[in-house]
């Protein structure tokens, strides 16, 4: 029998940028005030870790902040897994409820 797949593929539709991209930390805030990593970010989603549990299908708000210049992004959680056990991190995607423009300087709603 013959393996599913014969390499990789990247199903990606866009390229990611790591962290938060040029213009935000790669620390952010969930609403209502749980802090995360931003692991990688495009217009449509971001890969998002924490050291609180992540609940899919909850809807939620990312606030972005860098370079003195602050924005909030409305999503849906998805895909949420453990990522570490010690200490315990949890790794989610959170899809944007609208698309939003990333820019070579930064993201822009």
């Known amino acids: 029998m013959e393996p599913?797949?014969?390499g990789s593929t990247d199903r990606r539709r866009e390229p990611r940028r790591r962290g938060?991209?040029?213009?935000?930390?790669?620390?952010?805030v969930l609403r209502p005030g749980q802090s995360i990593i931003l692991v990688?970010?495009?217009?449509r989603a971001a890969l998002v870790e924490s050291d609180a549990r992540l609940?899919?299908?909850?809807?939620?708000?990312m606030q972005l902040a860098g370079n003195g210049a602050?924005?909030?992004?409305r999503g849906r959680l998805d895909r949420c897994h453990v990522?570490?056990?010690e200490p315990i991190r949890y790794r989610g995607v959170l899809f944007f409820d609208e698309c939003m423009?990333?820019?070579?300087?930064?993201?822009?709603?």
């Not at 938060?20 to 952010?28: K, Q, T």
């Not at 423009?101 to 709603?109: N, V």
């Open 4 to 6: 599913l797949t014969t």
């Open 70 to 73: 602050r924005a909030s992004v």
């Open 20 to 28: 938060g991209g040029s213009r935000w930390h790669d620390r952010a």
């Open 55 to 61: 609940r899919p299908g909850a809807q939620t708000e």
């Open 101 to 109: 423009h990333l820019e070579d300087d930064g993201m822009t709603a």
């Open 83 to 85: 990522s570490a056990l």
């Open 40 to 43: 990688n970010i495009n217009s």
